[in-house]
């Protein structure tokens, strides 16, 4: 009797195990698919709006587009806030694709390195 409860309960953990597993999966490939699909869009829209808001008060240069850039690009989390601020993607979008729960945990792990 004890040793079929030991039993169960390994059982049961292993299964939480292979549960957690596909969980980090999942976020893994949240995180590769912000770095691979939305870094280049946030990158486009830095440009494009710098370079139209260009003017004598904020000349938008070369070296300013970079800055920017390498901000907004230093951190997976940095590039989720850009994309949803400049309306890349939409809260909706998180919610269809079942990332709004990587989102928040992102935004929690990553929450020193965000844009305040």
Do not use: C
């Amino acid at each position: 009797m004890v040793l079929e409860f030991i039993v169960v309960i390994a059982v049961i953990f292993l299964v939480w195990l292979v549960w957690q597993l596909m969980r980090a999966k999942h976020f893994t490939k949240f995180r590769r698919q912000i770095a691979q699909e939305l870094k280049p869009k946030v990158i486009a829209s830095i440009v494009e709006e710098m370079t139209e808001t260009r003017s004598e008060q904020l000349p938008n240069n070369s070296a300013h587009q970079e800055a920017t850039i390498t901000y907004w690009t230093a951190s997976t989390g940095r590039i989720l806030q850009a994309a949803l601020m400049r309306e890349i993607i939409t809260e909706q979008w998180l919610k269809e694709t079942g990332n709004l729960r990587n989102s928040q945990h992102l935004f929690h792990i990553e929450r020193d390195s965000l844009h305040r």
